[in-house]
Each structure stands twice: as C-alpha cells, then as structure tokens.
C-alpha cells in the first residue's frame, strides 16, 4: 500500500528529511547539517554540492531508520529555504561558484541604486516586493558579473540558475527537470505574479537573461522522477517527486490554512506570518510583501507576508549574552513566576524594526525598570514582546486584507512556549492553535505531494492531526497594550548614523 510521503526540507543551516504516513503522522527523520561561509562581514554563502549531498543523505538516513519499503511511498515533496541563488553547468551539473545565501547583504548597493532610480512602485506592482538584497535576482547578477566568464557562459546557453527548489529537482531527476515552483519563483525580483511568468523589463533590469531561469510550474503534480544513480538515494529510483514549494508557504499549507483569511505564524529566530488572501493579489499599504502562496489545479492563492526579525533570538539573547537563563524554556518557567511584568517592556529591535513600523534605526529597548525589576520580570517582558510585534504585524495584515482574522495557527521553536500562546491569544483576542506535529514545513511539502500523486482530491481533504494545543482569550491586555505602543516609540529612530 502506497501510503507514505517522503518530504525533504532543505533549510538555512541543516538539511531534513520526514517519512509521513499519509495521516500525517512523522514515522522516521534524519537530519544533517552543513557549513556556513562568511567571505565578509554582511555576505553568506553554501557549498551547492554540499546542500545537495547532506539533503539527499538526510533522505536516505529517513527512509532507512523507518523500515518503510520504498515502493511504499507514494511521493516525494520539496520544501526550501527560500531566496538562496546558485548558478551551475547545464552540461556537466557543476555548480559555478557557491550559492549566495538569503541573509546575505552583498547586493545592497545595487537594491538601493533601483530605489534611487525610482522602480520601486513598478517592482512592487509586477512582483509583489521590494528592491531588497533579500531577494535573489540581484544574487544571479552578482554571481554572473562577478564569476569570471559566468555572463559569456551564460549567454551561449551553458549555464543554469535557479534556487534551491530547481536545483534540487535538477538534481534528483538527473539534469532532465530545471523548473521552479511559483512560491520560490515570486521571491525572486523577477517573476510576475498576476501573469506567473518572468518579467522580461525586470529580467533586463537586473540583468538576468531569461534563457537561464527555470520554468515556473504550480506546487504540486509531476515534477519528475527520481533518477536512477542519484547518490545515497538509489534505492528510491523512479518515485514521483509531487510537491514542491518555499519554507513558508509550505508550513501554511501544511497549517492547513485554505481559506482567505487563515493565517500561520512561525515562531523561529525571527517571526513569518503568512495569511492566505484568496485567488486576488492584495497589495499592501503598510509594507508587507504580496507573494503567490501555490498554485494547484490552474488556481493561484496569494497570500500577504510579514517578519519580525527578532523573536526567539531574543530569548537566545537573554541566554548568551545576559546569561539570565540556562536553557530558552527557563524563560517560560520564570515569565509564570510573576503575576504581570512589572511594567517592564522589552523592544527587541536589535537589527532595526520590519513591518509595520519599518524602521532601520530602532534598536532594541527595555523601559520602566524599577529597583523592584527581577530576572523573571524581563523574560516575561521579552515573551511579550515577541507577541506584541506579532500582534502589530497582524493587525496591519487584517487591515490590508479587509477582514479580521478567525484564528492564529502557530509552529517553531518558540512556539513551545505555553506562556508566548496564552499571550498571543489574550492580546489578538482570538483562539492560537499549535497542531500536535510542529514539522509544518515539511508537511505542507508532504500534502503538496500527495495531492499530486492522487491521494487525495482538495486541500479539504487532507487529514489535520489531532492532539494539537489550542489556547483561547483569557485576560484584557489592552491597557498593557497601550503601554507597548509607548515602549516602542523609544525604541523608533534610535540609531542617528546609517546603521
Ligand atoms: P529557526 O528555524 O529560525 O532556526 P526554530 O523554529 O528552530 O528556529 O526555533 C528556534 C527558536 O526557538 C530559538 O530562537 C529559541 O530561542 C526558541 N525556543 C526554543 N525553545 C523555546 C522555549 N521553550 N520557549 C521559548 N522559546 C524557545
């Protein structure tokens, strides 16, 4: 019986690999991580073959430690850290150059020249975004201006670009599929999401040539085969791959979140929020970006995203840098030990502000601290914070969209905190509800794949686990709200030199 999914998640520091039965539950994982390369201060790169080889070891070593048979699986899904750009040989599958990562500045100058210039409005009106270094099509040019004979090369047809998404799947179908799925291909810079299609005015502008991108094709159906001969995974020659799509859209699709107005919230180093928006692009009046979230079955769903750049890194901060706590979950333990938090706010704003406040010059802030102020008063100040930037984020999220949220869905690491989701639900006054299985990401690239291999009709049908955490309103917080508003205006404009 076909009756597994084999999903690889291929992120920013390890490469995963789940084997999911088709209820959703994890039956085995393997997980192998790999280098970071820091050339210089604001620039990350990866080693592609290493990307590829600890992805494709982390899958074996899954498959393996489950016992399952591989004609068991019905299919294999992809998700990915997205952004991350790599050029590589069409003819040989070299790779030319490392791949230059998503957190990697190097491109800055560039994004700010096409603000100056004034394409930003016709950037975001095509793409949704914003000229950002963030995003990868001013990674392609460097790489292609800057690898000596790379934009020749390319020009006569020899190279291939792409995320990691397409050079995963070019990998795993043996150098005959080079696509790219539309969540991966709408964070480009290059992609127009109301046509799903490159933009060739955006591909001139960035200096791309079109003949180097993937195809772009929906989130699920057949992608491909696996090759025989790919390395460590020869016993799984011949599985469909099914489902592809970008980290974050995958965990909101793995959340379940179908219908316009549902919405994920991913409580890792920093924060994604993501809500489904429906079959229309929404733009936005308050800085979030406008992405595809998938499409399936010739239907587009957009979704709106925002970040808080420093949520569980806030936590990690009290650990390392304070040493205030040994390990994060004393920060919940301790944030319980008081009754409120002391009229102590904590603004982390380390790396400036994202959306709504948008501000580069913040940084971080902790007021109203009184000789009475203890350790457990400023965890709990630093939890709060993270669900009070959240709660700003969504909020100008319900503003765009027109329609108050019904629910929060919650997943990563800190969404461990009992504390950070009662808080969360007090503050928005709506249920958050964390499943049982936190492993959204790779779910979400599971259902892709499975509704492409037929094992289920709709996203509807697609079984939600049960045994989730759901935490409900409690206490009025709005008079400690009002108080955050004012914490956050000492935090704003900070910085007075260009950060
Ligand atoms: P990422 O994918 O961004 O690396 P994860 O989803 O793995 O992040 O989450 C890691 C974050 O979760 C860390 O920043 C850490 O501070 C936070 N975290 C881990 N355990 C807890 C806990 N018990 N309570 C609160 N935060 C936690």
Redesign the pocket.
Known sequence: MKDYLLALDQ?T?SSRAILFTSAGEVVATGQIPFRQHYPQPGWVEHDPLELLDSQLQAAAQCVAASGVAPGDIAALGLANQRETALLWEKATGQPVGRAIVWQCRRTAAFCTQLQEEGYTEAIRARTGLLPDAYFSGTKYRWLLDHIPGARRRAERGELLCGTVDSWLLWNLTGGTVHASDYSNCCRTLLFDIHRLGWDETLCQLLDVPQILLPRPVENSGDLGVVAPGVPHLEALAGLPIRGMAGDQQAALFGQGCFAPGQLKN?????CFTLMNTGTAPVTSQNGLLTCVGWGLGGETTYVLEGSVFN???S??WLRDELGLIEK??D??VLAEQVPDNGGVYLVSAFTGLGAPYWDMYARGAVVGLTRGTTRAHLCRAT?EGIAYQTADLIAAMERDAGQKIPALRAD???S??DF?MQFQADLLGVPVERPAVVETTAWGAACLAGLGAGLWSSPQEIPRAGGGKIYTPKTDRSRAYAQWKRALERAKAWEEAEP
Request: glycine share 26%; proline share 0%; charged share 5%.
């Open positions: 992120g520091t991913t409580y890792g180093t920093g949520a569980g890194s936590i990690q994060a979950s920060c919940d939890l990563g690491g800190a461990v905190s950070l």
